[in-house]
C-alpha cells in the first residue's frame, strides 16, 4: 500500500468523522448534553488533526487544533455549549470540511473565513469559558496559550498517527517523552463502576511512572461518604506512548473525572510534588485469588518501599474488581467491533457486479422461457433445477442490492449546512428538523436526490421561511422551521420537505403563470393545481426569484430530477402556514417486483407494490358513471375503473372491462383505482432500464425492462396513470413532463 | 463480607474491598473509635480507592484521637494498591501519645 492510497483510506475516514462531527454538534444543537456527544465530536476533530498531521497538511492542523481546544473546553465543562457557541462550532465544521476538501482535491479554503472563525473560536476558549468551580484546574490557562499561539505551523505539536503495517520509521514514536497527568475522579466514576486505582494500574503499564496522591479534600472520618471521591493525583509519566494512548486508558471514565495530560517541560516538572514511584510489577493485582499471606515485618513501611526493576509486565488478566468497568468497556467495545467489521469497496465493483447480476436475471428469464416452450409438462429435470437456479438468482440479486442500500442521513446532514449557510446570508434565524435519517435507499437514488433536494432546501429558506420581522409580526416563533423527513412506504421511499413558512402566494403564482401563457386567463384551477404551476419551466425567471413570496425558482429542473429516478414531487401549501413538497422515489433503481399484463397486444409491467389485489369484474359490478366514467363495485364501495390502454392510447375506445382484469391500485396519495389490462402474463423481477437515459420520458411510463423472450416491455408509472384518470394533474403533470 | 469476629481493638479486613465495602469498613472504623486498633490486612486481594479513603481517614481520626492505628499485616496486593495510588505507609498510621 503506498502513500497516496493510505492517504485516500485517511480522506474516507474524515468524511466519516466529519459526519460524526456534524451529526454530534446538530445534537448538542438540539439540547442533548450527553458527554459521549461532547466526546465523539472532540474525538472526530482530534483524529482528522491527527490523520492531516501525519501528512503534513498544516492548514488543516492548524485549524483543527484551534477547533479541537475549544471543544476541550466544551468537553470539559469549562464552556457550556450555548446556541451561540455551537453556531460558531457548526460554522467550524463546515470549515474544516471545506479544508478536508481543498486538501483532498487541491485548491484553497478563503482565508478571511478561516481566519475570522480561528478567532471566534479563540475567544470562546478564551473568555466565554466559566472561571468559577474550576478555577484551580489549570486548563483555562493552557487553553488560552494554546488557542493564542499562532495558526501556523511552528504553533502545533506533532501529532504522532501510525498505521497498522507500516514501519515504525515512517512515523517515528515520540521516545521516552515525560508527560504530566492530573487526574481527579468524580463520585460518578466510583458509582458506575470503574476503579480509580485501575485506571492508574493501567496507565502505569504505559511507562514509567510517579505518582503523588492529594488526600487534602478528604474529610474528618465522622464527616465522609465512604462512597464518594476525594482523592486526586498527579502523575508523572515516562514513556514513549502517545498522548492518545495516555487518553484512552481513561476512555470510558473519561466523563467522570477531571482528566490532564500535557507533556511535561524538558526538565522541570512544574510541581514539586513528592512523587512516589509505583513499581511496574503490580501482578498481585491482577489475579484474584492470590492472596498469600504476607505478614509484614514492619508495619506498613513496606508499603511505600522503592519498585523492584520491572519484570514480567507483560498481558494479563482483567482483574474481577474492574468487573462493572470492564463489562461496559467490554460492551462498547464489542459494539466497536461490530461496527468495525466492514470493508471498503470501490463503488465501480459494485456496480460491475450489479449490472452483471441484472444481466444474469435477464438471461435466467430467457432461458426459463426457452426451456418452459420446449418442456410443456414443466417436470423435466433441467426444469427443477431452472427454478432452484431462479431462486438462486433471486438471492444473489437481493444480496447485491443491500450492498448498494445506504441510509438518507449523509444527505440530511448536508442539508443542515445549506439551512445555515443560506440562512446566514439572507439574515434568518432557521432549524432544521430531520427525521427517518436511517431509511434505506440505493446509493443511486441518495447520490442524485442531493442536488435537487439541495435546490428545494434553499427555496425553502430564501422564499418559504419569512423574516424574522414577518414572522413575528405574524404571531410565530421567529426561527422558522423546516423538517426533512423520510420513510418508506409502499416500495418507495417518500422524502418530505416541510416550512413553517408563509405558503405560497397563490394570487401570485396564477398571474405568473398567466403573464407567462402557461395557463389562460380564464382557468379554472384548484389550489393545488395553482401550487403545482411552480413545477413549470416558466417559473425559472429571475423576478419570480424575489417576487413570489413562495416558491419558483428552478422548480421544473428539481422536478425533471426526480422524475428522471423514476420519482415524483408534489406540493401542498396552506397559507400563512407553510409549503411540504413530498417526492417519492423507487427504492432501487435496479431492480424491481412486477406484474407482466398485457394492454392492447401490449405487454407492461405494473410494478407489484402498488398493487392492491386484482379481480375479475364481473358485468352487475360495473355502473357507468357521467358519460365516459365507469365505476366498479367491490366489497359494496365503488372505485373509478380506468382503461390503461385507452389512457396510454394504445386504443381508441375503452375496452369491455368484463374481457379484462382489474388491478386494483393505491397510488402515492392515497385514492384506489382499478386499472383495467387485458390478461395477466405472470409475476417476475424485472431488470429496470431508464427509458430517459435510453430514449425519452414517456407520460404514464416510469422505465423499461428486458422480457425473458428479448422484448421490452414499458414499466407503468402507476401514480400518473392513476392521476391522469382523474384528469386534473394529468394535463399539468404529464405534458410538462413531455416538454421537460 | 463483614470482617470475620476478632479481638477488640483488631480490624481484619475482607479480601474485597470495593465500592461495596466502603460503608461497611466506615461503619467498622466508626464503632471503634477511641480505642486503639491494628488492621490486618493480610487477607486482602482487591482494594479501591474508596477503602482506601477510608483508611486514611481513620488513620487521621485516631491520629487526633491520640490513639494508635496500625496496619499490622499487609498482602501483596494491598501494599502493591496502596503504592500504586499513592498511599504512603505514613498516611495509614497513627500514633498513641
Not at chain 1, 417486483?593 to 398493487?611: K, R, S
Not at chain 2, 491494628?38 to 487521621?60: H, M, N, P
Not at chain 2, 496496619?71 to 498513641?96: W, Y
Amino acid at each position: 500500500m503506498d502513500m497516496n492510497e493510505i492517504k485516500e483510506i485517511f480522506f474516507q475516514e474524515c468524511e466519516e468523522q466529519l459526519a460524526e462531527l456534524e451529526s454530534g454538534l446538530l445534537k448538542l444543537n438540539d439540547g442533548d448534553r450527553d458527554p459521549e456527544t461532547v466526546n465523539a465530536v472532540f474525538r472526530a476533530v482530534h483524529s482528522i488533526k491527527g490523520g492531516a498531521g501525519a501528512f503534513g497538511l498544516d492548514d488543516l492542523v492548524s485549524f483543527a487544533h484551534v477547533f479541537e481546544t475549544t471543544l476541550d473546553c466544551v468537553r470539559s465543562n469549562k464552556l457550556e455549549p450555548s446556541q451561540d457557541v455551537l453556531k460558531v462550532m457548526l460554522k467550524s465544521a463546515d470549515v474544516l470540511a471545506d479544508l478536508v476538501s481543498a486538501s483532498r482535491d487541491g485548491g484553497s479554503v478563503e482565508e478571511s473565513r478561516t481566519r475570522t472563525l480561528v478567532k471566534e473560536l479563540e475567544a470562546l476558549a478564551n473568555g466565554e469559558a466559566p472561571p468559577a468551580a474550576h478555577a484551580e484546574a489549570p486548563k483555562p490557562a493552557a487553553a488560552k496559550a494554546e488557542a493564542a499561539k499562532p495558526t501556523d505551523d511552528s504553533g502545533f505539536e506533532p501529532v504522532p498517527f501510525t498505521f497498522e503495517g507500516f514501519g515504525d520509521d515512517e512515523e517515528p514514536a515520540v521516545q521516552g517523552s515525560t508527560y504530566e497527568i492530573s487526574f481527579k475522579p468524580r463520585r460518578e466514576l466510583y458509582s458506575k463502576g470503574n476503579e480509580a486505582a485501575l485506571l492508574l494500574r493501567d496507565l502505569s503499564r504505559l511507562g514509567e511512572m510517579s505518582i503523588n496522591c492529594d488526600m487534602d479534600a478528604l474529610p474528618d472520618l465522622d464527616k465522609m461518604d465512604p462512597e464518594d471521591s476525594y482523592f486526586s493525583w498527579k502523575v508523572s509519566i515516562k514513556t514513549s506512548k502517545s498522548e492518545d494512548d495516555i487518553r484512552s486508558v481513561f476512555e470510558f471514565a473519561e466523563w467522570d473525572c477531571d482528566l490532564e495530560v500535557k507533556l511535561a517541560a524538558a526538565d522541570a516538572r512544574d510541581e514539586e510534588l513528592p512523587m512516589v514511584p509505583v513499581p511496574f510489577d503490580l501482578s498481585a493485582l491482577d489475579e484474584t485469588p492470590i492472596a498469600e499471606e504476607k505478614p509484614a515485618s514492619a508495619p506498613v513501611a513496606a508499603v511505600s518501599k522503592p519498585a523492584s526493576a520491572a519484570p514480567a509486565r507483560a498481558e494479563k488478566k482483567e482483574s474481577p474488581a474492574a468487573a462493572a468497568a470492564a463489562a461496559a468497556q467490554n460492551n462498547a467495545a464489542a459494539a466497536a467491533a461490530a461496527a468495525g467489521q466492514t470493508i471498503r469497496v470501490d463503488l465501480d465493483r459494485v456496480d460491475r457486479l450489479i449490472n452483471l447480476v441484472g444481466e444474469l436475471v435477464i438471461n435466467q428469464a430467457m432461458l426459463s422461457q426457452s426451456v418452459v416452450e420446449n418442456d410443456a409438462t414443466g417436470t423435466s429435470a433441467v426444469n427443477m433445477g431452472l427454478e432452484e437456479l431462479q431462486q438462486l438468482t433471486r438471492e444473489i440479486q437481493d444480496s447485491v442490492m443491500a450492498i448498494r442500500a445506504q441510509p438518507v442521513k449523509p444527505v440530511f446532514q448536508r442539508m443542515s449546512r445549506i439551512v445555515r449557510e443560506v440562512a446566514d446570508m439572507v439574515g434568518k434565524s432557521i432549524r432544521l428538523v430531520t427525521e427517518g435519517e436511517n431509511t434505506e435507499v440505493d446509493k443511486t437514488v441518495i447520490d442524485k436526490i442531493a442536488e435537487p433536494l439541495t435546490h428545494m432546501i434553499r427555496n425553502a429558506v430564501d422564499h418559504g421561511i419569512e423574516s424574522p420581522e414577518k414572522r413575528e409580526a405574524a404571531g410565530k416563533d421567529p426561527e422558522g422551521t423546516i423538517k426533512l423527513t423520510a420513510k418508506h412506504r409502499s416500495g418507495r421511499i417518500l422524502i418530505e420537505l416541510q416550512d413553517d413558512g408563509g405558503g405560497i402566494n397563490r394570487e401570485r403564482v396564477r398571474q405568473k403563470a398567466i403573464d407567462n401563457d402557461l395557463i389562460s386567463p380564464d382557468a379554472n384551477l384548484s389550489d393545488e393545481e395553482i401550487d403545482n404551476l411552480i413545477f413549470a419551466p416558466g417559473f425559472s425567471t429571475a423576478d419570480a426569484i424575489s417576487d413570489i413570496s413562495g416558491r419558483g425558482v428552478g422548480m421544473d429542473v428539481v422536478k425533471r430530477s426526480i422524475q428522471a429516478l423514476g420519482g415524483r414531487i408534489s406540493i401542498s401549501s396552506r397559507p400563512g402556514l407553510g409549503s411540504t413538497f413530498t417526492m417519492s422515489l423507487p427504492l432501487t433503481l435496479a431492480v424491481l417486483d412486477g406484474m407482466v399484463v398485457t394492454v392492447a397486444g401490449q405487454t407492461l409491467v405494473v410494478p407489484l407494490t402498488a398493487i392492491v389485489e386484482t379481480l375479475q369484474p364481473e358485468a352487475s359490478a360495473i355502473h357507468s358513471f357521467g358519460a365516459t366514467q365507469r365505476l366498479i363495485s367491490i366489497r359494496n364501495s365503488f372505485c373509478p375503473l380506468v382503461d390503461v390502454g385507452r389512457i396510454l392510447n394504445f386504443r381508441a375506445t375503452q375496452a369491455n372491462p368484463v374481457e379484462g382484469v382489474a388491478l386494483l391500485v393505491e397510488s402515492e396519495g392515497g385514492g384506489q383505482r382499478a386499472l383495467m389490462v387485458d390478461a395477466i402474463q405472470g409475476q417476475r423481477q424485472v431488470v429496470i432500464k431508464s427509458l430517459e437515459a435510453n430514449y425519452t420520458h414517456v407520460p404514464g411510463i416510469a422505465a423499461a425492462t428486458i422480457l425473458g423472450d428479448g422484448r421490452v416491455a414499458l414499466i407503468l408509472d402507476v401514480d400518473a396513470v392513476v392521476a391522469a384518470s382523474r384528469g386534473q394533474s394529468m394535463k399539468p403533470e404529464m405534458s410538462l413532463a413531455a416538454t421537460g | 463480607m463483614a470482617p470475620k469476629k476478632a479481638a477488640p481493638g483488631s480490624l481484619k479486613l475482607s479480601s474485597v474491598l470495593d465500592l461495596n465495602e466502603a460503608s461497611a469498613l466506615h461503619g467498622k472504623l466508626m464503632a471503634m473509635r477511641g480505642s486503639n486498633v491494628t488492621i490486618d490486612a493480610s487477607q486482602v486481594e482487591r482494594i479501591g480507592v474508596q477503602c482506601g479513603q477510608v483508611l486514611v481517614a481513620g488513620a487521621k481520626a485516631w491520629q487526633s484521637d491520640k490513639k494508635s492505628f496500625l496496619v499490622e499485616k499487609a498482602s501483596d496486593a494491598f501494599e502493591k494498591t496502596m503504592q500504586l495510588i499513592g498511599i504512603d505507609g505514613a498516611n495509614l498510621v497513627a500514633k498513641e501519645i
